[in-house]
C-alpha cells in the first residue's frame, strides 16, 4: 500500500508541475492560481514602470478587470532554465514575447526608490534601472 501511495504521490507531484497552458489570449498557471496575459500587446507596449503599473491596473481582457504587474517571484514561476541554450527562458506556452526587458512591480532602494527591478528573458535574470525608462509589460491575475 506505501508503494501505491508513493508513487501516486510522486506521479501527481509531476503532473502539477506541468500545469501551465496556453487558451486564447491567456497562459493559465493552475499550480501557482496565476492568469498571465499573452497578447500583441506584450511585444509592442513600452512603458515606465509606473506606467507599467498603471497599464495593467486599467486593462480589462476577457472578463477580468484586475490585473498587475508582476512581482520578480511570479515571474520566476514562468521561468524554464532548461530552455537557457534557446531563445527565451520563458515558458513555452507564451506566444507573444521577445527576449528583452520586462518590468516587475518590485522596486530598489538605490537611489532613494528610483529604480525598480526588470527581467530580461534572454536569461531569465533580474536587473535594476531608473524606473523612468521604457521597457516591456506583461500582466498577471489570480484566480
Known amino acids: 500500500m ?6 501516486f504521490f510522486i506521479f501527481s507531484s509531476l503532473f502539477a508541475a506541468t500545469k ?9 498557471d ?8 499573452d497578447t500583441k500587446e506584450n511585444i509592442r507596449v513600452l512603458k515606465s514602470q509606473a506606467g507599467a503599473t498603471e497599464y495593467c491596473e486599467k486593462l480589462v481582457l476577457g ?18 532554465k532548461t ?3 534557446e531563445e527565451m527562458t520563458i515558458h513555452k506556452a507564451f506566444k ?5 526587458h520586462y518590468w516587475t512591480s518590485d522596486r530598489t532602494w538605490r537611489n532613494f526608490y528610483r529604480w525598480g527591478y526588470y527581467i530580461y528573458f534572454k536569461s ?10 521604457p521597457k516591456y509589460v506583461r500582466c498577471v491575475h489570480d484566480y
Not at 63 to 80: A, G, K
Open 124 to 133: 531569465g535574470t533580474f536587473y535594476y534601472e531608473n524606473k523612468n525608462y
Open 30 to 37: 493552475k499550480k501557482h492560481n496565476l492568469l498571465w496575459q
Open 63 to 80: 472578463r477580468f478587470s484586475d490585473w498587475r504587474l508582476p512581482s520578480r517571484d511570479e515571474y520566476l514561476t514562468i521561468i524554464d
Open 2 to 7: 506505501k508503494i501505491i501511495f508513493t508513487l
Open 96 to 100: 507573444y514575447n521577445l527576449s528583452d
Open 83 to 85: 530552455r537557457i541554450d
Open 20 to 28: 501551465v497552458y496556453r487558451q486564447g489570449n491567456f497562459v493559465f
